[in-house]
């Protein structure tokens, strides 16, 4: 077994791509031409479509929460790296993310508009959003990361306590939902 810390510790299996997810969603809502039928279509789907924006907004968290914790270690390699050696692409590299940010802009207007209700996403989500954003760039997608000494944390990161955060990342990969990862937000952001 090879030394180091893992680039991963376990998240890649309990992801999804949002953008894909979202806009087949979307589209399918979108073959109706009748507003009603688009309605009952947008209410039998907002409920996956938070419960994905929630899983990636978990995994967002544990990113932050594991970068954090490995910066606790002493100097090691990080082990299957898959971005290592890469081009680095800004737009690429934050695509996902930036899409996120945007749905967190315009989610809340549908809801309103299909549902007639008042939606709001809590600052923290704002407050991950844009410490993901940072970290991706900061790090330049990790096409240089070989040691955790390499990885850069986001300004206003909060790492009190962060030798602890692998037990609670673990926790939420034994459970198969990392949107559990979204009641630690204010011991990072």
Known sequence: MAEGLEFDPGFAP???AFQGTVNYLYTDINKFRVFSQKKAKFRQYYKKILEVFNNNLGFYVG???WAAYIRTREEQEIINNHCLGGKYNEEENT????YMINFVRLFPKDMRYFMSTSFEFDEGVHKILDAYKEFLIINKGFVNTKKNTDIQLPRGLKTMGAEDFKEKIDEAINLKDL????EYTDLIV
Do not use: P
């Not at 695509?95 to 930036?98: A, K, L, R, V």
């Not at 949107?179 to 979204?182: G, N, Q």
């Open 179 to 182: 949107s559990k990862l979204l």
């Open 63 to 65: 990113c932050l929460m």
């Open 14 to 16: 309990y992801i999804l």
């Open 95 to 98: 695509i996902e993310t930036d």
